[in-house]
């Protein structure tokens, strides 16, 4: 490991002159182990959150069916023995208010309020190449200065609507599923739309036909989906985790996704059919990712393979759905299984049989408008109460592009990533000296708390390192940014997913520039393990690719 220096005298004096040592953008879960990792060096940190309390996407999402599809065990912080020891999941997959409370747990546990300050809304960010300063801008006129800036904004923080005429003449209650409103909202006897059939519409589609007098599903794409198969977690059950909690943790170090599904290595052509078939049975009936992340790797990259299994799933639908026509336009017809990111559910399918719910296909009879009463598509009007719009993210890069983050010589990082992110091991950028990114663009896709423990542990060490040297500016050298974005590109060779209209590779119809087939590589395919060993090996050779004044 480089040089570093945990007994830096008094490590608070550093910068005195400054506002901050560090200002970490966002208090979720990235942001809360950061804080706390400086809080205990002693090190001058302010936390800045956009939103009135703490919890980033489990403070913002808290439409109905929020959950993890992540096992909540492997969703904890591994940190700190005592959370472990004193927090009780009480579901497998954590509900939205469970996480939102488990994250407020730890933030107070550890007084880590004391460092955030809420409703601050960034708006710019200006780095001084003289002093080697960043100046944070506030939307309330408030000017901060610090060394260094964090983000801890996460991967899909910035939602994006549709652009549908006429969206803001309707007179009903309409809002992005993750701006789903604070106070309680009773959809008893309303008339609701959805519109998308993403993760989070899957989620919330079940939920809300429960209570609706009707609701319209508008879906323009079928998307694949697999139980969920959640279920509680017993007293003793917590027990037992307890006692596995180390090694729960070292799984996920091992695996690719940062879980504990562990791919099934076999060539998917060196077992029968019936071996598959067995596989896939199990598979669907465990808890959780397994289906797509214990299966065989073939499926991610051989089109035969994937179009086998994905059969196999579009069978167990044609199960699911009476209607055998609504159940040909939930099987997903441009794209196999797992090639985007899967929703997990719980009962989706058979919320199509129910008399109240509706599925309009946008493929043949796309919206056309939205009216002051509800929803026009190229073939019907329809009437509703309350349009949910689950229409994904600006996934990445979005948070970034909102704020005006001007680097050295004023070079602006939207200008930069116009075309897509580019990085240094998803933790830095050429040009924008003392900015560091916690799971940011190119980091390996994963279970978020393992990405974020990985890059809050990589970060810390990077500044003790600095602080220990006496350096107050690091930057990227050109050349370990250009290879490090070759081999993300690398990464995405031969895997089926390059193909995909998936917020993997930047697609997103709502905005400009994002349309498919215009690759933007947001993530790294490299798998969890290779990407923590880069980076232990980046910091092992002096933070090998950064150069320091
Ligand atoms: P998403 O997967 O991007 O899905 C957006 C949906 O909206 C798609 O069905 C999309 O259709 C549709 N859509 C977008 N713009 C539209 C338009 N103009 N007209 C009609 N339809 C439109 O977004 P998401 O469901 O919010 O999920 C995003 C990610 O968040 C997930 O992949 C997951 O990683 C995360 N998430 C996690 C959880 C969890 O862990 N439990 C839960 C929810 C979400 P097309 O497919 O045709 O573009």
């Known amino acids: 490991m480089a040089e570093q220096n945990s007994q830096i005298e008094n490590i608070t004096n550093i910068d005195s002159h400054l506002d901050y040592q560090a200002v970490i953008i966002g208090a979720g879960v990235a942001g809360i182990y950061q804080i706390k ?59 939205q208010p469970e996480t939102l409370q488990y994250l407020n747990f730890v933030a107070d546990k550890f007084n880590l309020r004391e460092y955030m300050q809420f409703n601050c809304w960034v708006e710019s960010m200006v780095f001084d190449d003289e002093a080697n300063v960043w100046t944070i801008h506030l939307a309330d006129g408030r000017h901060i200065t610090t060394r260094f800036v964090i983000s801890g904004m996460g991967v899909l923080s910035t939602p994006t609507l549709p652009n549908f005429e006429g969206m803001a003449s309707f007179e009903g209650k309409s809002f992005h599923a993750s701006q789903w409103p604070h106070e309680p909202l009773d959809l008893t006897g309303k008339r609701v739309a959805v ?94 990712f397994g289906i797509w992340l214990q299966n065989f790797t073939d499926i991610f990259f051989d089109e035969k393979a994937n179009a086998e299994f994905s059969d196999y799933i579009a069978n167990r639908i044609r199960q699911r759905v009476k209607d055998p026509v609504v159940a040909e336009l939930l099987i ?15 009962g989706y399918f058979e919320t199509y049989n129910r008399d109240n719910v509706t599925l309009v296909d946008g493929a043949t009879t796309p919206i056309v408008r939205v009216t002051p009463t509800g929803i ?13 719009y689950a229409t994904g993210f600006d996934a990445f ?35 924008f000296p003392n900015f560091l990114m916690l799971v940011g663009p190119q980091t390996a896709a994963s279970n978020f708390p393992r990405g974020a423990e990985l890059s809050v542990d990589w970060v810390t060490p990077l500044l003790e390192f600095m602080w220990a040297h006496g350096y107050q500016r690091f930057d990227v050298d050109e050349t370990a ?23 993997f590779t930047g697609y997103n119809s709502n905005i400009e520039g994002h349309e498919h087939g215009k690759m933007r590589y947001n993530i790294y395919n490299g798998g969890g393990p290779r990407y923590a060993r880069m980076l232990r090996e980046a910091a092992e050779n002096g933070y090998e690719g950064m150069y320091f004044r």
């Open 37 to 95: 990792r400086l809080a205990d060096l002693g090190v001058r940190a302010l936390v800045l959150d956009a939103n009135a309390d703490l919890g980033g996407t489990w403070y913002n999402n808290r439409y109905p069916g929020a959950r993890f599809d992540s096992e909540s065990y492997t969703y904890s912080y591994s940190f700190s023995k005592e959370v472990l020891d004193e927090w009780h999941w009480t579901e497998k997959f954590s509900p």
């Open 195 to 288: 519109v998308g059939s993403g993760a989070t519409a899957i989620q919330l589609i079940p939920e809300v036909a429960k209570v609706a007098k009707n609701l319209t599903v508008f879906q323009r794409r079928a998307n694949w989906a697999a139980p969920l198969n959640n279920g509680p977690i017993s007293m003793s059950e917590m027990d037992e985790i307890r006692e596995r909690y180390d090694d729960i943790f070292a799984t996920c170090a091992r695996t690719p996704g940062g879980f504990e599904h562990e791919p099934d290595r076999r060539g998917f052509y060196d077992v029968s059919p019936q071996e598959r078939r067995e596989l896939w049975d199990r598979l669907y009936d465990e808890p959780g």
């Open 332 to 346: 997903p017809k441009d794209h196999g299984f797992g090639v985007q990111r899967v929703p997990m559910e719980t």
């Open 376 to 388: 026009e598509t190229s073939e019907e009007a329809f009437e509703f109460d309350v349009i949910v």
């Open 397 to 431: 890069t979005g948070a970034f592009d909102h704020i005006d983050i001007q680097g050295a010589n004023g070079a602006r990082l939207r200008d930069k990533w116009q075309a897509g992110p580019v990085t240094y091991l998803g933790a830095t950028v050429r040009g």
């Open 481 to 503: 940014e250009a290879q490090w974005f070759q081999h993300v590109k690398d990464m995405y060779q031969g895997m089926l997913l390059r193909h995909a209209k998936s917020w």
